[in-house]
């Protein structure tokens, strides 16, 4: 059973502008999470339709088509005439009775061949988005690692003029501030109706060097939103581990110490190799923590915490 639709035309329009001769749906108004406005709506599905979330709810982008069109849900299936499921042009939609619908759906071998090349389309956002295509949408800062959307950007990275102004008005020039719950920077930017979510450390690696970094990146400060060039480098998985904060159930506020309920003495560890070596117990925190940070200065080098 089809889940109920219950976004009316007028809400439609109101959030998303659908263009007819493309297909494509572009948000009006911004989610909150990250697709803003201007940003091409929609990501692919494993069916091959485009799915366009509206009111926190997800829609097959061909229905939301056909009602943005003729301002009522479709009563039947809606099928595409050219049997490519997420071309949404107006003129490739028709009205289809169930068993029309189930004929123009038949898993034909060149039917099947158009669902993979659909799914391929899809891949992570690194390899998405290009070098070219952002540095042309976004500046760097190496001192102050400031983040900023270009004060303009051509009309050719948009869906449309339409687009290309309403993101003009409400972005060019400004700082990219958004950030995700741990503290990173995030750069939304839409390629192929598809918006993919890069996090600014990475962004500024690949705009500093002319290529996305093969490893992880380490804020040497431990700052998630300190994204200066000096404050950046690369680092294997283990070292990104190593050079971190105490965690929230830390509460010695040194990482690897804590208090012995038994003796009421503090502990120092550390982890090397998925193994916990002791590296004694100490009278007070202070004593502690330094032979901690001695461990960490000879195990983890400059990837070891700075104090």
Same mark, same amino acid.
């Given at each position: 059973?089809?889940?109920?639709?219950?976004?009316?035309?007028?809400?439609?329009?109101?959030?998303?502008?659908?263009?007819?001769?493309?297909?494509?749906?572009?948000?009006?108004?911004?989610?909150?999470?990250?697709?803003?406005?201007?940003?091409?709506?929609?990501?692919?599905?494993?069916?091959?339709?485009?799915?366009?979330?509206?009111?926190?709810?997800?829609?097959?982008?061909?229905?939301?088509?056909?009602?943005?069109?003729?301002?009522?849900?479709?009563?039947?299936?809606?099928?595409?005439?050219?049997?490519?499921?997420?071309?949404?042009?107006?003129?490739?939609?028709?009205?289809?009775?169930?068993? =029309?619908?189930?004929?123009?759906?038949?898993?034909?071998?060149?039917?099947?061949?158009?669902?993979?090349?659909?799914?391929?389309?899809?891949?992570?956002?690194?390899?998405?988005?290009?070098?070219?295509?952002?540095?042309?949408?976004?500046?760097?800062?190496?001192?102050?690692?400031?983040?900023?959307?270009?004060?303009?950007?051509?009309?050719?990275?948009?869906?449309?003029?339409?687009?290309?102004?309403?993101?003009?008005?409400?972005?060019?020039?400004?700082?990219?501030?958004?950030?995700?719950?741990?503290?990173?920077?995030?750069?939304?930017?839409?390629?192929?109706?598809?918006?993919?979510?890069?996090?600014?450390?990475?962004?500024?690696?690949?705009?500093?060097?002319?290529?996305?970094?093969?490893?992880?990146?380490?804020?040497?400060?431990?700052?998630?939103?300190?994204?200066?060039?000096?404050?950046?480098?690369?680092?294997?998985?283990?070292?990104? =581990?190593?050079?971190?904060?105490?965690?929230?159930?830390?509460?010695?506020?040194?990482?690897?110490?804590?208090?012995?309920?038994?003796?009421?003495?503090?502990?120092? =560890?550390?982890?090397?190799?998925?193994?916990?070596?002791?590296?004694?117990?100490?009278?007070?925190?202070?004593?502690?923590?330094?032979?901690?940070? =001695?461990?960490?200065?000879?195990?983890?080098?400059?990837?070891?915490?700075?104090?």
């Amino acid at each position: 059973m089809r889940k109920r639709e219950d976004v009316t035309a007028k809400e439609l329009r109101r959030l998303l502008h659908y263009d007819p001769l493309t297909g494509i749906f572009t948000r009006l108004v911004g989610t909150g999470k990250g697709a803003h406005v201007g940003a091409a709506a929609g990501t692919m599905n494993g069916q091959g339709y485009m799915l366009v979330s509206v009111k926190c709810r997800q829609y097959r982008a061909h229905r939301l088509a056909w009602l943005y069109m003729t301002g009522s849900w479709p009563q039947h299936e809606v099928g595409h005439r050219n049997g490519k499921r997420d071309d949404n042009r107006w003129e490739n939609l028709f009205d289809a009775p169930p068993t =029309q619908h189930r004929e123009s759906t038949k898993r034909t071998p060149e039917r099947r061949a158009m669902l993979d090349a659909a799914r391929q389309r899809a891949c992570p956002p690194e390899q998405a988005v290009t070098i070219e295509k952002l540095r042309l949408r976004v500046s760097y800062n190496p001192d102050t690692g400031e983040l900023r959307w270009r004060a303009s950007v051509p009309v050719s990275e948009f869906v449309d003029e339409h687009a290309a102004r309403i993101w003009h008005g409400k972005f060019a020039g400004k700082p990219i501030a958004k950030r995700n719950p741990k503290g990173y920077v995030i750069v939304s930017i839409s390629v192929d109706l598809k918006t993919h979510y890069l996090q600014g450390h990475r962004v500024a690696w690949a705009l500093m060097t002319g290529s996305w970094p093969e490893q992880q990146i380490d804020h040497a400060n431990c700052d998630p939103g300190d994204n200066r060039w000096s404050n950046l480098r690369q680092a294997t998985h283990q070292q990104n =581990q190593w050079n971190r904060m105490p965690g929230v159930r830390n509460t010695s506020g040194v990482r690897g110490v804590h208090r012995s309920k038994s003796t009421g003495k503090w502990v120092a =560890q550390i982890g090397i190799d998925r193994r916990t070596r002791h590296l004694g117990a100490f009278d007070d925190l202070s004593s502690a923590a330094a032979a901690r940070r =001695q461990a960490e200065l000879a195990q983890f080098g400059k990837f070891a915490p700075q104090l």
